[in-house]
């Protein structure tokens, strides 16, 4: 069984260019969570899809991000404009019920230059 | 606010030996999961150990263990026999039950010596 994938592994960008990150959930999982590590600190929560519902976005930094997953299927994470404290991993997580054990993808390593 | 504490950026442990992560957290709750997650370089983070905040006894997956202590609120893992394959990044974390709301710590990188 595939698990949780993201595209692209690496990206690097200059301030202010849009980068869009996606996350294919473990198939069946209706459940998909977004995180991000900033450089050498922990992994924080961004937000919490329920198929393709928001439940939970309360960790989201700004208005620059924008997370959707239509047709409750595969998400993506839209940095726009990107500034320079948008570096980090962004990693993507899913699990099948809420509350279950949530399975990780590899992250996605962003640079904004 | 939950905040989960790992104050050791970096260990290291001879092959075969033993080592233990250390882990504090801070919660007004007394219902609570807590993790240890493990992330190989350049590959993804998985699940090594969980244990809920009712049992007392401590969680064990094979030469994994951990040592909770509920009142302290400390959360350590113990690796025993160490392997190559165990060197890894390793992150402690939190989850209020009825919450998707993980908490992580900063993490610790693990190198394991020949």
């Known amino acids: 069984e595939a698990g949780v994938t993201q595209f692209p592994s690496h990206s690097v960008i200059e301030k202010g260019q849009t980068v869009t990150l996606r996350c294919d959930p473990i198939?069946?999982?209706?459940?998909l969570y977004w995180y991000r590590r900033v450089m050498g600190k922990e992994i924080k929560f961004l937000l919490h899809f329920v198929k393709e519902s928001k439940q939970d976005e309360s960790g989201m930094p700004n208005n620059r991000f924008l997370a959707e997953r239509t047709g409750g299927t595969y998400s993506t994470l839209k940095v726009q404009p990107a500034e320079l404290e948008d570096s980090g991993v962004y990693f993507c997580?899913?699990?099948?019920?809420?509350?279950?054990?949530?399975?990780f993808g590899p992250g996605t390593r962003l640079t904004v230059l | 606010a939950q905040t989960v504490t790992q104050s050791q950026p970096e260990m290291s442990v001879q092959e075969a030996e033993t080592v233990t992560l250390s882990c504090t957290y801070d919660t007004s709750e007394s219902d609570y999961y807590l993790f240890w997650y493990k992330q190989p370089p350049s590959r993804q983070m998985i699940l090594v150990i969980r244990q809920e905040a009712y049992k007392q006894q401590n969680a064990t997956e094979n030469r994994f263990s951990v040592n909770f202590q509920k009142a302290a609120k400390s959360f350590s893992l113990k690796i025993s026999d160490s392997q190559l394959g165990d060197a890894a990044m390793y992150f402690c974390?939190?989850?209020?039950?009825?919450?998707?709301?993980?908490?992580f710590g900063a993490g610790t990188r693990l190198t394991v010596k020949p």
């Open positions: 198939s069946g999982h209706d459940n």
């Open positions: 997580a899913s699990s099948q019920y809420e509350g279950n054990e949530q399975f």
């Open positions: 974390a939190y989850r209020r039950t009825r919450s998707n709301d993980m908490r």
